[in-house]
């Protein structure tokens, strides 16, 4: 065998061998072999799975609109009431002098069972891109970080350095309103009803997302720092009345930092504890709200209310996805009843 011959056929088995080391496994799953099954449409398949399909959509949304319409709630706009509060509120500048407003409403019907107190606000738009990402979660952990590098600006610093804590935009503008609820049993009488402010976030937030820097005190913790311009005391006392539900473990702030989708939304800010006359839930009658106004709404044309409401076993009221699925099983089921008057009249004609 000439010299020529060898060397092209150790070439053709190098090249051989190369091909093969870039070639998949060969096991079924990689060579594409695995085995399959390829329905088979034929019309009643097709017409059964329709029916089934949307009966199953039926079955889901009749029974989330009942629960949704079952629950009791009552909304009151204290706003115009308010309306003089909010004008002095406008001037930041303003916090020492208080302003309350008071505002009475009528249960007419009793809310059994376990009530939620929320706030809603309207026209009031936290989905702004500038807006959800001024924040700097790496503080909100405790850390030490560099608020200046951070998303927090305009609100990150003071113009001598300070820095704010909590800072960004969603801090600085908190709903920082302070409601109580009093019930009336007869004209002559004024029960304060008791109100829970723990206990109203995920489980997930108030243990992993928000913590406070490691200090031997809270104060201290924040030395150094500013509190935000619209905030009328600092991050360290929020709450005058339990130690641990301040600074960034405080519930109302973790609340407000889940930013909304919408301009109209609502949070939870109390839930009734049970005891006493409010054992079963709110009796009916007649109730009054006093609110220490601190958020003004006016310079943006927003709204504000207080909604109380009982819960079921599918949540609040909202009846949005009930409904969505009763017309998503009702729009398959009139056009499986389209297609099924189509086959029995069309169907067994021949093509000619």
């Known amino acids: 065998m000439s010299p020529s011959k060898s060397i092209n056929m150790s070439e053709k088995s190098t090249i051989t061998s190369n091909h093969l080391s870039r070639c998949p496994d060969n096991t079924a799953?990689?060579?594409?072999r695995l085995p399959a099954w390829t329905p088979q449409l034929t019309p009643a398949s097709v017409l059964s799975s329709f029916f089934v399909v949307g009966l199953f959509c039926l079955a889901v949304g009749i029974p989330?609109?009942?629960?949704?319409?079952s629950i009791k709630e009552i909304q009151i706009n204290y706003s115009e009431e308010c309306s003089h509060c909010s004008k002095l509120r406008e001037n930041s500048s303003n916090w020492a002098q208080e302003c309350q407003c008071f505002t009475n409403f009528t249960l007419w019907e009793s809310m059994q069972g376990d009530v939620f107190m929320y706030y809603g606000l309207h026209n009031f738009y936290q989905n702004h891109r500038r807006y959800v990402h001024s924040r700097s979660d790496a503080?909100?952990?405790g850390r030490k970080v560099n608020i200046q590098k951070s998303n927090c600006a305009p609100f990150a610093a003071y113009n001598d350095g300070t820095p704010m804590?909590?800072?960004?935009?969603?801090?600085?503008s908190m709903f920082n309103d302070t409601i109580h609820l009093f019930f009336y049993p007869n004209s002559a009488a004024v029960i304060q009803v008791p109100l829970l402010k723990q206990g109203i976030t995920w489980w997930t937030d108030k243990n992993v997302k928000f913590r406070n820097p490691a200090s031997q005190n809270l104060s201290s913790a924040f030395a150094g720092t500013a509190k935000p311009p619209y905030w009328p005391k600092p991050a360290y006392s929020l709450d005058e009345e339990v130690e641990e539900n301040n600074g960034y473990r405080n519930e109302d702030f973790i609340i407000w930092m889940r930013v909304a989708a919408f301009p109209t939304f609502k949070n939870l800010y109390r839930r009734l504890r049970r005891t006493k006359e409010f054992?079963?839930?709110?009796?009916?009658g007649t109730y009054g709200l006093q609110i220490s106004y601190n958020f003004p709404v006016s310079k943006f044309s927003g709204g504000k209310k207080v909604i109380f409401s009982t819960v079921g076993w599918s949540g609040g009221r909202n009846p949005f996805l009930g409904i969505a699925?009763?017309?998503?099983g009702a729009v398959i089921l009139l056009a499986g009843c389209v297609i099924t008057a189509v086959h029995?009249?069309?169907?067994?004609?021949?093509i000619r």
């Open 29 to 32: 799953f990689k060579q594409q």
């Open 64 to 69: 989330l609109i009942l629960a949704a319409t």
């Open 139 to 141: 503080q909100l952990l």
């Open 165 to 172: 804590a909590p800072c960004g935009a969603i801090a600085n």
């Open 279 to 284: 054992a079963d839930g709110l009796p009916a």
């Open 325 to 328: 699925y009763t017309v998503t």
């Open 344 to 350: 029995l009249k069309f169907g067994k004609r021949k």
